[in-house]
């Protein structure tokens, strides 16, 4: 059977920009699904009510704050409000650099909002999903979480964490539907913390998945109720190579990102 968004209440993380917002469009226009979009910048949480209407509803906060979620909580219980679905998009991507190059402060931000805000959701908001006869948990981990390689450590060790903690948990929760995306490179924002050249920029635009595409695939697999979402040719690339060859794989992505000569990589 199916899993079917129509008129679903839906907390969505990373609602303001990328795959968070296409994600929101959709489940809005295309679903009549009624969305709380969470997010830091409040700004752009209410542009996009001013495009989708009231089905779509700003919720400012910082994800990777335990109080704001029992907050969040609190109020859908006094407003006697159900939610069926929690999709935890939200994420960052740290600079890329050698273990011995980052510090325990880039490794702490990025457990904070990769997985642990992940968790948080889920412990806030499972008593009320539960509820729901269809109720869902769809969390996104990332194509670093299967296949290491050189420079993105604490990117790595965070959704790494996020992807064994939910297919653990699918094998716990038989009544709720529980997926687990791991996705290549998109044409987002993400490399925002990267501050790449102008040329570094244009070559990752290139090689990026298109924005578009890339959420048709995710929404596809998820109406599928796939566990396992991979998507994206160096995603699939990654698994296959760590898979197969699980010394040969990483070496040959950590030389490739060395050889590029691109500045960003300068420090793995």
């Not at 959704?159 to 038989?174: G, I, L, P, V, W």
């Not at 244009?202 to 599928?224: E, G, S, Y």
């Not at 998507?231 to 990483?250: C, E, I, Q, S, T």
Request: hydrophobic share 40%; with cysteine; proline share 3%.
């Amino acid at each position: 059977m199916k899993y079917d968004f129509t008129n679903k209440t839906v907390i969505l993380t990373g609602a303001s920009s990328g795959i968070g917002k296409e994600m929101a469009k959709r489940l809005v226009n295309r679903f009549n699904c009624t969305v709380y979009g969470v997010a830091r910048r409040e700004e752009l949480l209410c542009a996009i009510r001013e495009e989708l209407g009231e089905r779509f509803i700003p919720t400012p906060f910082d994800v990777s704050i335990k109080d704001e979620w029992i907050s969040l909580k609190n109020r859908l219980e006094t407003e006697g409000k159900g939610i069926d679905v929690l999709i935890n998009c939200a994420g960052i991507l740290p600079r890329f650099a050698s273990v011995e190059n980052s510090t325990s402060q880039e490794f702490e931000m990025a457990m904070s909002v990769n997985f642990l805000s992940q968790v948080y959701a889920t412990e806030a908001m499972l008593p009320i999903i539960k509820k729901s006869t269809q109720g869902a948990i769809i969390s996104f981990s990332s194509s670093s979480a299967l296949c290491p390689f050189a420079g993105v450590s604490a990117y790595c060790a965070s959704k790494s964490a996020s992807k064994m903690y939910f297919e653990c948990m699918a094998r716990e929760n038989k009544d709720i539907y529980i997926a687990t995306i791991m996705n290549g490179f998109v044409k987002t924002d993400i490399m925002k913390n990267q501050s790449p050249t102008e040329r570094e920029a244009k070559i990752f635009n290139k090689v990026c998945a298109d924005l578009d595409k890339t959420v048709n695939k995710i929404m596809r697999k998820i109406r599928r109720r796939k566990k396992r979402i991979i998507v994206g040719f160096d995603a699939h690339l990654m698994n296959f190579l760590y898979k197969f060859f699980p010394n040969l794989g990483p070496k040959i992505i950590s030389k490739f990102l060395k050889k590029t000569n691109f500045e960003i990589f300068k420090d793995i």
